[in-house]
């Protein structure tokens, strides 16, 4: 089945110590994104991807980087992982282009801990 | 900015009953609105989308509504189920090449048998 995959499930890393956490897709999608989600929180937009175009909030901490090698994969990098850095890490796809339905699929998450 | 109220505290309702949970948004309204289900610790998944001028849209149990004079979204859920117990997120696409989505933070709705 065509679907969004993320590695690993649960990370856990310690205060400053640089992480990378994986995401992959199978469904050939333009956009890829990473939202961080807090309990009971909205899952917030760090940054995208249209191809190979990045696209940054405006609010997203300089601790955060993207990479984007090829259609299938995404990567989110943590430079120094701080406390309030531990969250729901989601990656997520669309189709993007054209007009109309842009309804996002998403990976099952990686749960950061920082200790 | 544009910003999404949903309830934060969580409806519990009756196995059987209808489960209504509402989305109200400022500014100016979205060219689409979506709903998600959420499972605790898993990623949302897609449910509906309806446009600005469409005023309902069904998918079996589920319907949606969207008021853009009242600036609200209502979800339906008819002859709810406890299977249907989860977090219910709304979601904002403006429909611009940002491609980009408004979530709201969600109701948990409980169903209880």
């Known amino acids: 089945d065509a679907m969004v995959i993320q590695n690993p499930r649960y990370q856990v890393t310690q205060f400053g110590k640089p992480v990378t956490l994986s995401c992959s897709q199978t469904?050939?999608?333009?956009?890829m994104y990473w939202y961080q989600q807090k309990s009971s929180q909205a899952p917030k937009l760090l940054f995208h991807y249209y191809d190979k175009d990045f696209n940054n909030e405006a609010d997203t901490p300089d601790n955060f980087q993207s990479r984007r090698p090829n259609t299938s994969f995404c990567f989110l990098d943590i430079r120094s992982p701080g406390l309030g850095d531990a969250a729901m890490y989601l990656c997520?796809?669309?189709?993007?282009?054209?007009?109309?339905?842009?309804?996002?699929?998403f990976g099952p998450g990686t749960r950061l801990t920082v200790t | 900015s544009q910003k999404i109220e949903q309830n934060s505290e969580a409806l519990n309702i009756q196995e059987g009953k209808t489960a209504t949970l509402t989305c109200n948004y400022t500014n100016y309204s979205p060219a689409y609105l979506q709903w998600y289900r959420q499972d605790p610790g898993r990623g949302p998944v897609f449910l509906l989308l309806i446009r600005e001028n469409e005023k309902e849209k069904r998918k079996e149990r589920l319907k949606v509504t969207f008021d853009t004079t009242l600036k609200q979204s209502l979800f339906h859920i008819t002859a709810s189920q406890p299977a249907d117990s989860a977090t219910y997120l709304c979601?904002?696409?403006?429909?611009?090449?940002?491609?980009?989505?408004?979530f709201g933070s969600g109701t948990r709705l409980l169903v209880r048998p």
């Open positions: 997520a796809t669309s189709r993007g282009g054209g007009t109309g339905r842009n309804e996002q699929y």
């Open positions: 469904l050939n999608h333009n956009v």
């Open positions: 979601a904002l696409d403006m429909g611009d090449s940002s491609y980009k989505l408004i």
